[in-house]
T-cell receptor, first 115, second 112 residues
């Protein structure tokens, strides 16, 4: 069982609201990721971080922003939610220590609906 | 363009049968991983195969990699109803073993 948590699990919010999706892991992993996934579709990497104070944009352009002030915490923020942001957001982490096998551990996801 | 493409998109079999899913990719890879996702939840890592490996086994799972054809296959033997899920391949390429590109997945349904 992966020790990576996401809150909220479900969020329905109106257009224009600011939202923050929380992601925390207790495994001490240095690498963390945010993916966006529409129903029945592939995952798209939108942000990743290889350590504290390090963040990069992923392959899919996103209006969201992220921060990595603490190793265990990688929140994602949307300043002004729009219906096009409706999707599932998955957070993941991985370890890069000498025993790493590069696998990513995923949280349960946040299903966001913007009305 | 998508790095990984799974085939078939959906597969329905009876319990006890074997399930084979294929993944094709476009560029050279460092490693290829298979993940499982139950009903829109988070993904679970199943198995990783490195670019210099041809076959790996883990329990009822067998993964093959053919770098000349840029393809991989995942075989689940003696399937169970609990294997019903979506299966994704993901590739790490370029200078990273960590940054993954996921395919569209195969939806496997195992009927009791």
């Amino acid at each position: 069982e992966a020790d990576i948590y996401q809150t909220p699990r479900y969020l329905v919010i109106g257009t224009g609201k600011k939202i923050t999706l929380e992601c925390s892991q207790t495994m001490g992993h240095d690498k963390m990721y945010w993916y966006q996934q529409d129903p029945g579709m592939e995952l798209h990497l939108i942000h990743y971080s290889y350590g504290v104070n390090s963040t990069e944009k992923g392959d899919l352009s996103s209006e969201s922003t992220v921060s990595r002030i603490r190793t265990e915490h990688f929140p994602l923020t949307l300043e002004s939610a729009r219906p096009s942001h409706t999707s599932q957001y998955l957070c993941a982490s991985s370890d890069s220590g000498p025993q790493s096998i590069y696998e990513q551990y995923f949280g349960p996801g946040t299903r966001l609906t913007v009305t | 363009s998508q790095q990984g493409e799974e085939d078939p998109q959906a597969l329905s079999i009876q319990e006890g049968e074997n399930a084979t899913m294929n993944c094709s990719y476009k560029t050279s890879i460092n490693n290829l991983q298979w993940y499982r996702q139950n009903s829109g939840r988070g993904l679970v890592h199943l198995i990783l195969i490195r670019s210099n490996e041809r076959e790996k086994h883990s329990g009822r799972l067998r993964v093959t990699l053919d770098t000349s054809k840029k393809s991989s296959s995942l075989l689940i033997t003696a399937s169970r109803a609990a294997d019903t899920a979506s299966y994704f391949c993901a590739t790490a390429s370029g200078g990273s073993n960590y940054k993954l590109t996921f395919g569209k997945g195969t939806l496997l349904t195992v009927n009791p």
